[in-house]
């Protein structure tokens, strides 16, 4: 197979790994990729949001699955200009993809499926905002109806910071989405589908907050890990019954399937599992740490929901192992991120045992890696116990230098039991 995946971060460098594994694929090309994916795929400077462009390099390249790694690209059409030349295309249309570009859509869509979820209040004045904070009370959960990049929820007791954020998104010609608060541990759970047969991955936790013990702003993700001690046995089952199927058979009844990766963000709050948002596309860091543990190929998985063939596959096969991810984000991020740092130590640390070194924004100038982004590298370590694969991508973290530079350090702390 020759494959063709469009992005160019961390969770894209995943793929990207994950495919060089699997002994079906031939060719791994990226478009446009960045520094790291380079030395393991062919990769290509087009423009990612570009359908046509996608499209023709598909075409030239002869690809016969092409993977969107990013929601931009979904959310702009570019699955639909690859299926339209008759391309395989792992990712959902433009109209499915609504499910994460607008929150207010996603709502709509939980609502009618009967799935659990935060309360809403969809709000396109002030007025409105102001009558449902007073409503919602606070905890304030205040989010831009439309893509962020992670970056346009706030949460926050304080009403005026709520109200700026309203207003902020407001004066930008969004809608703005009010919502109860939800409390309890958040868990990503995702799963492939065809637009009918749902197959879920395994949970992975992601944690959002910039510095250790969860303070500080929230970011892209600071870093994942997989499996969860500690979450209920029955958790997936139930989130394939009571989200993830009800789902994406209500996208089918609508005429506008969802085909491709549905991303469920849980809350396991004190009243039972919510929805706390749906991506379209796989998490960012959590794929670093799901793809890590699987065995079966991810090529027939991919391939299988691209092409309505999902109920033909056999079971997946998981390794016991742990894994866990470790983002090391520029100095300045999330706010500002200062790009240019030359970064090294990249060849040491993706020699410790169990560990791949994931690049996100990176770029080569002459001979030397440097910075090109907030989220800079994600650094896995895979291991027999949450502790050892801990252990080793701390080590491997350690190993590198970007000054500057920042990452948590108590990412699986707690769960490994540390
Ligand atoms: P979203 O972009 O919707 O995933 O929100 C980003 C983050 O904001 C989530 O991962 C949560 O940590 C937080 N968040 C979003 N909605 C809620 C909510 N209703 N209650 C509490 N926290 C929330
Ligand atoms: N890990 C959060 C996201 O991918 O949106």
Known sequence: MIALIVGSGAREHALVRALRRDTQVNEVHVAPGNAGIASDAQVHAI??????????????????????????????????????????????????????????????????????????????????????????????????????????????????????????????????????????????????????????????????????????????????????????????????RTVLQPTVDEMRRRGTPFAGLLYAGLALTSKGLRVVEYNCRFGDPETQVVLARLDSPLSSLL??????????????????????????????????????????????ADAVEGVDVLHAGTRAEGAEIVASGGRVLSVVGRGATLAEARERAYAAVALIDLPGAHHRSDIAARAAGQ
Request: glycine share 10%.
């Open 47 to 240: 423009d990612p949001l570009d359908g046509e462009a996608v499209a023709d390099l598909a075409a030239a390249i002869g690809a016969d699955l092409v993977i969107i790694g990013p929601e931009a690209p979904l959310v702009a059409g570019v699955a639909d200009a690859v299926r339209a030349r008759g391309i395989a295309c792992f990712g959902p249309s433009a109209e499915a993809a609504r499910l994460e570009g607008s929150k207010a859509f996603a709502k709509e869509v939980m609502a009618a499926a009967g799935v659990p979820t935060a309360r809403p209040a969809v709000c396109a004045t002030l007025a409105e905002v102001e009558a449902a904070l007073d409503d919602l009370g606070a905890p304030y959960v205040v989010k831009d109806d439309g893509l962020a990049a992670g970056k346009g929820v706030v949460v926050t007791d304080d009403r005026a910071a709520a109200l700026a954020h309203a207003r902020a998104c407001l004066d930008a010609g969004s809608q703005v989405v009010l919502e109860e608060y939800l409390d309890g541990p958040e868990v990503s759970l995702f799963a492939v589908t065809d637009g009918v047969t749902v197959v879920p991955l395994r949970p992975a936790q992601d944690f959002k907050r910039v510095g250790d013990g969860d303070s500080g702003p929230n970011t892209g993700g600071m870093g994942s890990y997989s499996p969860l001690p500690w979450s209920p046995a029955d958790l997936v089952d139930e989130t394939m």
């Open 303 to 348: 391939l299988a929901a691209a092409t309505g063939t999902l109920a033909d596959l056999p079971p997946l096969q998981w390794s016991d192992d742990a894994a866990v991810c470790v983002v090391i984000a520029a100095e300045g991020y999330p706010e500002s991120p200062v790009t240019g740092g030359v970064i090294t130590g990249l060849a040491d």
